[in-house]
């Protein structure tokens, strides 16, 4: 039984037709899951092929999961399911409402034929580190949040390098790799600018910043801001046990800490928009109702999940800033 047929002056390139015959093998059932395919010597020989179309061949067959390879033994079915086009690998830091709309609108945008697999590191190296080396040669494309983490650059650069796009925060390191991503030093700065009138009813502006997932963008931009633009101001790692003061407006990334804030001020029967105010970090539909409403600075987490579908379904390659805003509402 034949299973490789390559035909001269097709038009179709020779890695090309040999996907296909493996393909067509597997849907008339001349190939079942756990097969051997002929070796990569024997279509060679057969066909006059060089060894780099060969494998060109079977490890993109290899990349969609329906073959893999057992060193010293060859490669075999693994798969019998030849519609999926593309496997793609997506590394998240973690799962919260806005990584849920970035994967959300990712899905809806990338076309049907596809199987994405998401994984999360949770700003743990050594979980990275694993995850990127598991992965390695076995999806058509990779998708990584490098966040903040040691190293992840020179681990990222171990994958096949046409191969990977970068998504939320890039680096110099990563320059050469396609990305959208935001730029959280420009976001907060310009974010603060915008609001800079209602700013300027209070005495005081005080960042919560942990310092171990919030990008440090955020804090030099904030720096910036209140440097060039005369503000008091105060950068704090928690805010536990902290009185809140009339005339402060607190800017919180964490959502953990805006539930602290407001706690607090409830118990200090603070008014939020009058005795305090509120900036929060990242949209969701719960912060246009709290309190009222709280002020947000946020990018578009669905737009960038659609922007990266098109990216990779267009097969471009650029550095795409995706936009931010300053949402005003009665916390400020």
Known sequence: MKIISIQNNLGVPKYRQIISSVEKAIEDENLQKGDKLPSVNKV?????????????????????????????????????????????????????????D????????????????????????????KLVNDSNGNYT?????????????TMIKTLPVNDVYILDQTNPELKSLPAIYQNHLKDIYNGLVKGKTKLSKYKKLIMIFPGFREPLGMKIGFENFCKDFAFDYEIITEFKNREIQKGEVYIIPSDRDLVSVIEKAKLQKLQLGSDYGIISYNETPLKKVVENGITTISTNFEAM???????????KKEQIENKCDLIIRNSL
């Open 44 to 100: 060679c020989l057969e066909f006059s092929l060089s060894r780099d179309t060969v494998l060109q061949a079977y490890e993109e067959l290899k990349k969609r999961g329906i073959i893999y390879a057992i060193l010293g033994k060859g490669y075999y079915v693994k798969s019998v399911e030849v519609t999926i086009k593309q496997r793609i690998f997506l590394l998240f830091d973690e799962l919260n409402i806005f990584k849920e």
């Open 102 to 129: 970035i994967y959300n609108s990712f899905l809806e945008n990338i076309g049907n034929n596809v199987q994405v697999d998401i994984f999360f590191h949770h700003f743990n190296t050594s979980v990275f580190r």
């Open 141 to 153: 494309k990779y998708i990584i949040m490098p966040t903040n983490l040691v190293d992840a650059a």
């Open 305 to 315: 999940g659609k922007l990266l579908a098109q990216m990779i379904t267009k097969g």
